[in-house]
């Protein structure tokens, strides 16, 4: 099963939220950064300053009780795809 990163944070998904083809966003919130799809992560400059905002707010998760016990900031940073960072 091919995954989908968050384009601001790299929180894996089973689903793109942005389509099949990576062009229709759906809207939802990402879980982890609160991103909302097609709209803080439509452009390159909108991800990196979203991500910026979200880093300086201490990386807080939207939905804090899906935080896993053994999050890994770094590790999920690491998964943002490379066009994005």
Same mark, same amino acid.
């Given at each position: ?23 229709? !966003? ?41 935080? !896993?016990?053994?999050?890994? %900031?770094?590790?999920? %940073?690491?998964?943002? !795809?490379?066009?994005?960072?």
């Amino acid at each position: 099963m091919a995954l989908w990163y968050c384009r601001v944070c790299g929180l894996d998904y089973d689903v793109s939220p942005w389509g099949p083809n990576d062009d229709t !966003p759906d809207y939802g919130t990402c879980e982890c950064c609160g991103a909302q799809f097609g709209v803080d992560d439509y452009s390159v400059l909108s991800s990196r300053g979203f991500r910026q905002q979200w880093l300086a707010d201490d990386a807080a998760w939207f939905y804090a009780n899906l935080k !896993p016990a053994d999050w890994d %900031l770094e590790a999920q %940073l690491a998964q943002i !795809p490379e066009k994005y960072r």
